[in-house]
């Protein structure tokens, strides 16, 4: 009778007068009890420990969470789904048919012992979820999101077999401790971030390996060298009505190589703002500004979590911009990556760097008319810099370059 999971973590009482009726029930009421209960790691941090549930995911029960009570010496805990017959000496995600979210490293582990870079890392505190979208057994498929403290991380596609995927958690070093509720809930958190009434896409024309939820912007791009840049790009340029836009640093991430700043409207996807020409943007890792080139100058402050970044243009009173507002046809946008002559010195990479002609970035500059572009940082004027407005105006451009940034963007802040 193939209904109780013995593991590393818990052993069931050493009865030998009960028929199988009354192992059944004691089954139930344990697993009751078990739907909320702590799990920690005995044993010698040369082997690997596992706990799976006896119950796979179903669509009336799709989701359950882990709490890090513990990461002990190395935080080696994964949260996923696994077959019913998983061998508990591997970490969920390392063999095939079982897909876990690393606490670690942030990666995803998908039927392979190599993971795939996915989210930010998890500490002591933070809960891990996990659960189905949908339920297609028939087609030997379905989605599997994760979340962390109750906003979804992402998803991923993985192969089901008829018996379903097993709520599963792996622990490999000593002192690992986690709470696990099989029972949990997820829906998302009426806040600001995420709201999915008013979620906000419309605001952006151009999301390059950046996820959008509600105000909430996520770099969900590889992070391993300077083309990897994700970028968010909003629909609308500034205007003499909308001047200034800020964006607070929620999580800062591995590096926090987040850039605020105005961009063209056909910049280069793969380019930080103010790495390229058109573009200026104040970088929150080394406090540089960066004026359409890879070399930045001292400019302020770095900037850290909480922090909250603006952007702004001082137009002159007469000012008005040509066809302003008139940005809704972004299916038609020719866009063509531009390309910078100097290297950002902070992402060296002799193979990926992107050649500008010279000329006719020169003729471009002189194109349109000067204004004044000004930035903040916890609502204290930092500095400007006076630039050319290209053709179609400067448009509110976020970029983001390591695992686990996120900003939340306010285009239309209340400013004087």
């Given at each position: 009778?193939?209904?109780?999971?013995?593991?590393?973590?818990?052993?069931?009482?050493?009865?030998?007068?009960?028929?199988i009726?009354?192992?059944?029930?004691?089954?139930?009421?344990?697993?009751?009890?078990?739907?909320?209960?702590?799990?920690?790691y005995?044993?010698?941090?040369?082997?690997?420990?596992?706990?799976?549930?006896?119950?796979?995911?179903?669509?009336?029960?799709?989701?359950?969470?882990?709490?890090?009570?513990?990461?002990?010496?190395?935080?080696?805990?994964a949260?996923?789904?696994?077959?019913?017959?998983?061998?508990?000496?591997?970490?969920?995600?390392?063999?095939?048919?079982?897909?876990?979210y690393?606490?670690?490293?942030?990666?995803?582990?998908?039927?392979?012992?190599?993971?795939?870079?996915?989210?930010?890392?998890?500490?002591?505190?933070?809960?891990?979820?996990?659960?189905?979208?949908?339920?297609?057994?028939?087609?030997?498929?379905?989605?599997?999101?994760?979340?962390?403290?109750?906003?979804?991380?992402?998803?991923?596609?993985?192969?089901?077999?008829?018996?379903?995927?097993?709520?599963?958690?792996?622990?490999?070093?000593?002192?690992?401790?986690?709470?696990?509720?099989?029972?949990?809930?997820?829906?998302?958190?009426?806040?600001?971030?995420?709201?999915?009434?008013?979620?906000?896409?419309?605001?952006?024309?151009?999301?390059?390996?950046?996820?959008?939820?509600?105000?909430?912007?996520?770099?969900?791009?590889?992070?391993?060298?300077?083309?990897?840049?994700?970028?968010?790009?909003?629909?609308?340029?500034?205007?003499?009505?909308?001047?200034?836009?800020?964006?607070?640093?929620?999580?800062?991430?591995?590096?926090c190589?987040?850039?605020?700043?105005?961009?063209?409207?056909?910049?280069?996807?793969?380019?930080?703002?103010?790495?390229?020409?058109?573009?200026?943007?104040?970088?929150?890792?080394?406090?540089?500004?960066?004026?359409?080139?890879?070399?930045?100058?001292?400019?302020?402050?770095?900037?850290?979590?909480?922090?909250?970044?603006?952007?702004?243009?001082?137009?002159?009173?007469?000012?008005i911009?040509?066809g302003?507002?008139?940005?809704?046809?972004?299916?038609?946008?020719?866009?063509?990556?531009?390309?910078?002559?100097?290297?950002?010195?902070?992402?060296?990479?002799?193979?990926?760097?992107?050649?500008?002609?010279?000329?006719?970035?020169?003729?471009?500059?002189?194109?349109?008319?000067?204004?004044?572009?000004?930035?903040?940082?916890?609502?204290?004027?930092m500095?400007?810099?006076?630039?050319?407005?290209?053709?179609?105006?400067?448009?509110?451009?976020?970029?983001?370059?390591?695992?686990?940034?996120?900003?939340?963007?306010?285009?239309?802040?209340?400013?004087?």
């Open positions: 009778l193939n209904i109780f999971v013995l593991n590393k973590f818990f052993l069931f009482p050493k009865r030998t007068d009960l028929n009726s009354s192992w059944i029930y004691l089954f139930i009421n344990f697993q009751n009890r078990m739907a909320k209960e702590i799990k920690h005995q044993g010698n941090s040369e082997e690997v420990g596992c706990y799976v549930a006896g119950r796979p995911l179903s669509k009336g029960n799709c989701y359950f969470e882990v709490t890090i009570v513990d990461t002990g010496v190395r935080g080696t805990i949260v996923g789904l696994v077959p019913k017959f998983y061998r508990l000496d591997h970490q969920p995600g390392w063999l095939p048919y079982s897909v876990a690393h606490a670690d490293n942030g990666k995803l582990y998908n039927g392979n012992p190599v993971g795939q870079q996915f989210g930010p890392k998890c500490a002591r505190g933070d809960r891990i979820g996990c659960g189905i979208h949908s339920e297609n057994i028939e087609a030997g498929i379905t989605t599997v999101f994760f979340t962390k403290n109750g906003k979804e991380v992402g998803s991923v596609e993985v192969p089901v077999s008829a018996e379903g995927l097993f709520p599963a958690v792996g622990m490999h070093s000593m002192g690992e401790e986690v709470k696990v509720d099989l029972q949990a809930e997820w829906f998302l958190e009426e806040d600001d971030s995420m709201m999915m009434v008013d979620s906000h896409e419309d605001d952006w024309g151009r999301l390059y390996d950046v996820r959008v939820s509600g105000t909430l912007l996520e770099y969900v791009g590889k992070g391993k060298s300077i083309m990897d840049v994700g970028l968010a790009q909003a629909r609308q340029p500034l205007t003499t009505r909308c001047h200034y836009y800020e964006v607070e640093i929620v999580d800062a991430g591995e590096k190589y987040i850039a605020l700043g105005l961009a063209r409207r056909d910049y280069p996807k793969n380019r930080h703002p103010g790495w390229s020409r058109g573009s200026v943007a104040y970088h929150a890792d080394d406090g540089k500004i960066f004026h359409g080139s890879g070399v930045g100058d001292a400019f302020g402050p770095r900037c850290f979590k909480g922090d909250i970044m603006g952007c702004g243009i001082m137009f002159p009173r007469d000012y911009l040509d302003e507002g008139d940005t809704d046809d972004w299916d038609r946008l020719d866009i063509r990556p531009g390309h910078a002559s100097v290297q950002n010195v902070l992402y060296l990479n002799d193979d990926e760097e992107e050649e500008e002609d010279g000329e006719e970035a020169g003729e471009q500059e002189q194109e349109g008319r000067k204004v004044t572009v000004f930035f903040t940082r916890n609502g204290k004027l500095g400007r810099r006076e630039m050319v407005i290209p053709p179609g105006g400067l448009y509110p451009t976020v970029g983001m370059l390591s695992s686990g940034e996120k900003v939340k963007v306010d285009l239309h802040p209340l400013s004087g």
